[in-house]
């Protein structure tokens, strides 16, 4: 999260460290939904086959 720019850190000695106002701003920005993203599809399930087990697995 630091890499991408979402959180601004300080750095004591060699460290990277979060600041309190760092992270209630984050915390913010979560909750105004800034980082949400739009579902990238449904969910593959599982077919089972007439035993019940699913396919290419042992029971």
Same mark, same amino acid.
């Given at each position: 999260?630091?890499? $991408?720019g979402?959180? %601004?850190?300080?750095?004591?000695? *060699?460290?990277?460290?979060v ?5 209630r %701003?984050?915390?913010? $920005?979560?909750?105004? *939904? %800034?980082?949400?993203?739009?579902p990238? *599809?449904a969910?593959r ?10 396919? *290419?697995?042992?029971?």
């Open positions: 999260m630091r890499q $991408r979402w959180l %601004e850190t300080v750095n004591m000695m *060699g460290r990277p460290y600041t309190a106002a760092a992270a %701003e984050f915390e913010r $920005r979560v909750a105004a *939904g %800034e980082f949400s993203k739009p990238s *599809g969910a399930k599982n077919r089972l086959s007439a035993t019940g087990a699913a396919k *290419g697995g042992q029971s």
